[in-house]
Structure formats: structure tokens, C-alpha cells
């Protein structure tokens, strides 16, 4: 008798190979029965209705700046609104904390008790995300492939669910400072986990299998970014750090009497912007380098740890301050 090992469940993928109870045989693999309007898409339940790597369809990917709504990728209304700031944030010790935005175009936050807290874009209201993270949670990125937020604390570098919290150690990585998420054009690393810290290296994690490879020397990395040209940008101390896909890296800019700890790209007017926690100063730094320009004064905190910073992609900034606890400020209009 012919049989379709797509979707036969007494010979799914193979003849004989029956699928045990409550699972059904999708695309020649068994896989669990998914409820609530769920479709099983790359080894797990999906709400395609929602989920930005299988919107409408399993491997129907958004592009960065969308959101999957209603099983179709659309792109998120922008800006953040400054009048939400400034806005203190609770279970902090301090503005050492990084900033990142999620799917859905809200802010994320990590605090130093552990937990990962979202500001509204629509409101400005705070709810709590993921708790139970041994603090402090030091840096977060939404990674929107996997509909995963990662995040670091002083020892660990975690994967969150953002949907129900759980979180679960991918790996080890000891004295980390800053994350970012590694755009799918980074050469054989895209969709990793960069991470920086107080190391020589630019480490890269597998988020599949926790594999991490020393990609390029930086001399150490308080904060990371990366641009629409597939480069990273790392500072630290006066200097800032250009790294290409190939692990080439160069110094951009070398700062006087300055402490670099956070760093954030403006892809409308190519600059990018630097935190300098010694003189609590803000500055601008043209893509191509040359000159800085100072912004103002703004209350970051002192230290090694990464100052958070994030551009909304139009005209707003917001950045992470204080010296004992967390506030989050807004700069905006940008010059």
C-alpha cells in the first residue's frame, strides 16, 4: 500500500516509524500536536499570527523593523515617544543596565535583581518580563529569528522567552559586559550573539549550541553595536573600534579624558552616539570618524559596566542613568 511518509503517522518519514501518542506527523517528522491555533514550525509550536520568523506561514521571516500581526509582517509605527521619560525603573543599583527594543517595538531593560522589564511604546507602562535571572542582568537583545531575548549577567549568557518568561543558561561566559544580536549579513556568523567584556576578544555564540568562537581581538568591550553595513562597532575606555565581517578591526576614534561604556547607531544621520561615564558627556561620531561633538551632560554611571543607549530610527534617544538607581531618559529632538 502507498503511503505518505509526509504526513502518515504509523510511517512518518520512514516506513514503520510510527509517532507516538498526541504527536502527528508534519513534514515526514513527528512533532507534538500544537494547540491554541499554533502550527509546529522548526522543531517547536509557532502562533504564526504573531511570530516574526514564521509569520502567516512556517519560515516566512519579517525584516528588521517589522512586527507579525495578524500573520502579516508589518513595520512598526515609530518614534518611541519621549514624553514616557524620564522614567525610573525599579530593582536597579545603578544606570549600568543596557537598553534594546523587542518585536513589538517596546523597550527592554535588565535590572540588578534579576529581572528583564518592558517600558511600552503605547503607554509607558512597565511590566515585568522574565525574573529569576541570577543579577545582575547586565545587557539584553531581542533576537526576532528565534523570537528569543537574550541576556547577560556576570557569568551567563541566558535565552528568555518572551511569551512566558522562562529562561535557561546557553552558556558560560565569565565577566561579560554587553550583547548584541549579529545581523544574518555578518559573513558565517550572522544571527549569532555578539558578546564584549573584560576581554581581549569578540566572542561569538552559537545560540543553537552554545559554541562560542574568539572572532577578533578588540581589547576589551564595555558596549557593542552593529551597522547597516555589516560592521561592528566596539568602545571601551577612549577608544572606538571598528570590526569587520572578516574579523579585520581598526581604531575609529581615540578620545582625551574620556570613558567610553556605551555606544548607539543613528542610521538617519550616520553617527553614532557615545556615553562617557568619567565626564557623564554625551557625543556624536560621524561613521566615517574625524571630529566628536559634545551633546550635553547626562548622569551615566561610573565604571567598566555598559551605559544603555538605543536609537528609536528616527529622533529619539534613550539612555540609561544614575549612580543608584535606574533612570531612563530621552534626547530628542536629535541634532
Not at 519621549?82 to 517596546?106: E, H, I, K, S, W
Amino acid at each position: 500500500m502507498c503511503r505518505d511518509l509526509q504526513t502518515d503517522r504509523a510511517n512518518c518519514g520512514a516506513c514503520g516509524t510510527t509517532c507516538a501518542t498526541g504527536e502527528v506527523c508534519s513534514g515526514g517528522v513527528c512533532a507534538p500536536t500544537c494547540g491554541g491555533g499554533q502550527v509546529f514550525c522548526a522543531g517547536a509550536c509557532r502562533d504564526v499570527q504573531t511570530d516574526r520568523a514564521h509569520c502567516g506561514a512556517c519560515g516566512t521571516r519579517c525584516v528588521a523593523g517589522q512586527v507579525c500581526n495578524q500573520a502579516r509582517c508589518q513595520t512598526v509605527a515609530l518614534p518611541f515617544p519621549a514624553r514616557f521619560f524620564p522614567q525610573t525603573v525599579g530593582g536597579t543599583q545603578g544606570g549600568y543596565n543596557d537598553l534594546a527594543f523587542d518585536g513589538t517595538g517596546n523597550l527592554l531593560v535588565g535590572t540588578q535583581s534579576g529581572t528583564i522589564v518592558s517600558v511600552s511604546r503605547v503607554d509607558g507602562s512597565q511590566r515585568t518580563v522574565a525574573s529569576g535571572i541570577p543579577g545582575p542582568v547586565l545587557s539584553v537583545a531581542f533576537h526576532a529569528a528565534r523570537n528569543t531575548i537574550y541576556a547577560i549577567n556576570g557569568s551567563n549568557l541566558y535565552a528568555v522567552n518572551p511569551n512566558t518568561g522562562a529562561s535557561s543558561v546557553v552558556v558560560a561566559i565569565p565577566a561579560p559586559d554587553a550583547i548584541a544580536v549579529v545581523p544574518a549579513g555578518f559573513g558565517a556568523f550572522g544571527d549569532f550573539i555578539a558578546v564584549v567584556g573584560r576581554f581581549s576578544e569578540l566572542r561569538m555564540v552559537n545560540p543553537a549550541s552554545g559554541a562560542v568562537t574568539n572572532f577578533a581581538t578588540v581589547n576589551d568591550g564595555s558596549d557593542i553595536a552593529f551597522t547597516p553595513s555589516n560592521t561592528a562597532v566596539v568602545v571601551n575606555g577612549t577608544s572606538v573600534r571598528i570590526v569587520t565581517a572578516t574579523g579585520a578591526v581598526s581604531t575609529l576614534f581615540t578620545g582625551s579624558g574620556v570613558s567610553f561604556d556605551g555606544v548607539a547607531v543613528d542610521t538617519v544621520r550616520n553617527l553614532y552616539y557615545l556615553a562617557d561615564s568619567s565626564g557623564d558627556r554625551l557625543f556624536s561620531l560621524p561613521f566615517a570618524g574625524g571630529v566628536s561633538t559634545p551633546l550635553g551632560s547626562y548622569d551615566y554611571d561610573s565604571g567598566f559596566y555598559v551605559a544603555g543607549m538605543v536609537f528609536d530610527g528616527v529622533d529619539t534617544l534613550l539612555m540609561a542613568t544614575g549612580e543608584s538607581s535606574l533612570t531612563i531618559v530621552a534626547r530628542s529632538p536629535l541634532p
